[in-house]
């Protein structure tokens, strides 16, 4: 078995047999020549049902994640639509995280809801608390872990056995891990979901999503559908993508190396009430995160003492974080989730601290990075 970063650099990326490029060419056709009616020259026929550059990144995908199989999609909510649709039907029951992704929560309770799919939110980081939420119509445990935007941690593999018994397929949201920290499929996950837009892609040039799974039969539904919706990414979208993924070990290490800094500044601060990062070793699911994971990734949380007023001081006076949603990219990034991200999920039960601060601690020089979080910190709690 090779190993993260070779098959980072070459899965799936074999120089091209034409021309010998050694970098995977953008394929920008929406369709190919055909020898005769059906005489595929290369197995691909139309984009929207395949296209090389994006099997290369669906490859190198499948490598990382330890699946047989990976679909790229044009965003990580167009890859969850396409698995909902495969894997719930009306009068399924779904359990979701009690602080699922904004845009997770949207889709189950204003999309699929009006279809008649019944969901319920649950404390993942409790597994009682699952096991309570079953029903027999439970098709599907949705499990994010670290969660967004609160670093909540769920085990995976006790998640994978209670869903297994209730014969519930457990999908794994693994975008603020990316493959690097964490590979939920050999834990027990049945499908493992990104939006590479975040970490994945890694330079905040393209919005893309996948699905990976060990599942032949799964696969090939899920590929079915995908092509019938129609939810793909471009061919320069794959190729950006690919090209961001190849250093995604190395990033990694340096979120990771930041983000501890960064959340040790926070814990001495008087201005901060409390962080929220795994790697802290009074975080409630740190035994649980060492586990699981080879690091504790670059998305950091806290709370601001002086309230929400406080926390958008705080968000407005950094130079070098840029106020923005998103996150997993090289730069970085500060955010009120309250307001911002996660403002769609207001007044439900997903909601958010409103003192609640985001970090997604980028790769600049970290002395640089804890200096501009002091002075922004020193100045809102004064
Ligand atoms: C951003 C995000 C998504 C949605 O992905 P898009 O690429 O924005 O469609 C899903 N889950 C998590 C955890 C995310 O951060």
Redesign the pocket.
Known sequence: MRGFSTNAIHAGQEPDPTTGAVITPIHQSSTFAQDGVGGLRGGYEYSRSANPTRTALQECLAALEGGRHALAFG??????DVLLRVLLRPGDHIVIPHDA?G??FRLVDKVLQPWGVEYTPVDLADVDALRAALRPTTRVVWC?TPT?PLLGIADIAALADVARTASARLVV?N??ASPYLQTPLGLGADVV?H????YVGGHSDV???ALVTGDDELAERLRFTQNSVGSVPGPFDAWLTLRGVKTLAVRMERHSDNAERVAELLTGHRGVETVRYPGLPDHPGHEVAAKQMRRFGGMVSFTVAGGRDAAMRVCAGTKIFTLAE??GGVESLIEHPGAMTHASVAGSVLEVPDNLVRLSVGIEDVEDLVEDLRQALDAATR
Do not use: H, Q, R
Not at 75 to 80: Q, R, Y
Not at 195 to 198: H, L
């Open positions: 965003s990580g909510m167009g890859a969850s992704y845009g997770t994010e967004n949201d975008t603020f979901l939006s590479t837009t975040k919005v893309g999503g998103s996150l």
